[in-house]
């Protein structure tokens, strides 16, 4: 594989900046494709060159295989990054970038195929002798929905095989619920993936999201970076994540970071994945869940307390080198707090607020990092994901890395769009988050209803 020289991004916002910002310190040309609205946000301002891909609409733009690879031939780029969201994880997009000779930073069309796909990285761990969660393989319609439920036992989640984020995801209490709920999940990951496959898991309540972030090159070289929890979810988005997990059992966490490098290898990975498991606390039992193939949201908090480059690794990786890393090489330092801010009124569940940014006033020090595309006049379309910005804080230990958080979020200035970062803070407040007593549904269970409750009071006086 030639070393590369210009990479086209194909994605936008604060990912678009971030990957821009690792092409230029690896000495790498970055080209940012871009909708007609976004030509003039902070990344096309950075870009080395911008390229238009077409209207605002994601299904004419950042969702157009043919329009991104093209974009990529016509501006001369050797390698195409596709961030996350968007087609980040579609094995089209690999096959096309092989086909047209660009390097793709990410796994092969195989590699993506057999790990995206979560009823095939399920059945692949299966093989490995890595725990799973009690569920099936892909249901092949309602009754077989119904069959499989009960011999797992309710409550039951549906997920879709073909994708995540949420999407084609449905909890279900009790069997009277379950029919109109696998069509629903099926339709929705129908028109999310293009893809209707549904699986079933046995649903744990109460229980914990932990994640293991690893890298693979084309020289067989496979490295963990430590683990994360992604506990703070709302809907299955996730809201709050930290590096490492707190308070994980010594040998629970040993086993997820071997798991994570065993299924890397098995696959012959090549680039960013991330192995998600879920923990039940009660049980003391941890099982594998998906493996989602490209760089993750959430990935500066481990970069915080590595001091790895996740995305520098990627873009050496697309272009045949290896590793910069051992495993012996890996360190975690301290403890790092990453929070989401959306531009949303949290107050009215979470409605989205676009508009025009009139202040924005982030703020960052050694200690705390601010990934974000936003600036003073941008305006935030509703074409397109919430997201605002990252507030990523690093502390010697967990308090002091909440606290730097809260501080940092206190002292974001923004005007002209609601946010979610007043929400943020009542959430690292809260003694249960300070105490680590939280699971995947306490945001929605037991915080929301009494905030919104104080929202009420505060507004009725």
């Known amino acids: 594989m030639r070393p590369l020289r210009r990479v086209l991004i194909a994605n936008r916002g604060e990912i678009a900046v971030r990957i821009i910002r690792a092409c230029f310190d690896e000495g790498l040309e970055a080209v940012l494709a871009v ?43 050797d390698a195409l990054h596709p961030g996350y969201g968007f087609v980040s994880e579609r094995p089209e997009l690999a096959a096309a970038c092989a086909e047209a000779d660009i390097a793709f930073v990410g796994p092969s069309e195989l590699a993506m195929r057999r790990s995206g796909d979560k009823a095939m990285a399920r059945e692949l761990a ?12 892909v249901v092949e319609d309602g009754d077989h929905a119904r069959r499989i439920a009960e011999e797992v036992g309710y409550p039951v989640l549906l997920k879709a095989a073909g994708g995540g ?11 009277e619920e379950l029919a109109v709920a696998w069509a629903s999940a099926a339709g929705e990951a129908q028109q999310a993936f293009g893809d209707p496959r549904i699986f079933i898991e046995r649903y744990v309540r109460e229980a914990r ?35 490492p997990a707190y308070d994980l059992p010594e040998e629970l966490a040993s086993d997820m970071l071997t ?7 098995a696959l012959g990975y090549e680039g960013a994945a991330t192995c998600e498991f879920l923990m039940d606390p009660e049980r003391g039992t941890c099982g594998f ?34 590793l910069s890393v051992t495993q012996d090489d890996v360190r ?63 502390g010697d230990d967990r308090p002091r890395a ?8 206190d002292h974001l200035r923004v005007e002209g769009v609601a946010t979610t970062a007043r929400f943020a803070l009542d959430v690292l407040d809260h003694p249960d988050v300070r105490a680590g007593r939280v699971h995947t549904r306490w945001l929605e269970e037991e915080f929301l209803p009494h905030w919104s409750a104080r929202q009420d009071e505060e507004q009725a006086a």
């Not at 949420?166 to 009790?174: F, P, T, Y």
């Not at 909440?402 to 979020?409: N, Q, T």
């Open 35 to 77: 909708s007609e609205p976004d030509r003039g946000s902070l990344g096309a301002q950075l870009a080395d060159q911008v390229v238009c891909i077409g209207p605002a609409s994601p299904a004419e733009s950042y969702l157009d295989i043919p329009r991104l690879v093209s974009a990529a031939k016509i501006t001369g780029c």
């Open 126 to 137: 299966r093989e490995l002798g890595i725990g799973i969660g009690r569920g099936s393989g």
């Open 165 to 175: 984020g949420g999407r084609g995801m449905s909890l279900v209490e009790r069997e």
């Open 209 to 243: 999201h932990v994640e293991v972030q690893a890298l693979g090159d084309s020289h067989g070289n496979v490295v963990h970076l430590g683990h994360r929890d992604c506990t703070l979810q709302r809907r299955y988005q996730k809201l709050v994540e930290e590096a």
């Open 259 to 265: 798991s994570a490098t065993r299924l890397m290898s």
């Open 289 to 322: 869940l998906e493996i989602n193939a490209r760089l993750q949201v959430e990935h500066p908090v481990t970069e915080m307390v590595t001091g790895v480059d996740i995305v520098r690794e990627q873009l050496r990786i697309a272009g045949g080198q290896p």
């Open 332 to 394: 975690v330092s301290g403890h790092a707090i990453e929070v989401r801010i959306n531009a949303e009124r949290p107050e009215h569940g979470f409605l989205p607020t676009p508009g025009r940014i009139e202040r924005w006033a982030a703020p960052a020090t050694c200690d705390v990092r601010v990934d974000t595309a936003c600036f003073a006049g941008w305006t935030i379309e509703p074409h397109y994901d919430s997201l605002l910005a990252k507030v990523i804080a690093r």
């Open 402 to 409: 909440i606290s730097r958080a809260r501080h940092a979020l």
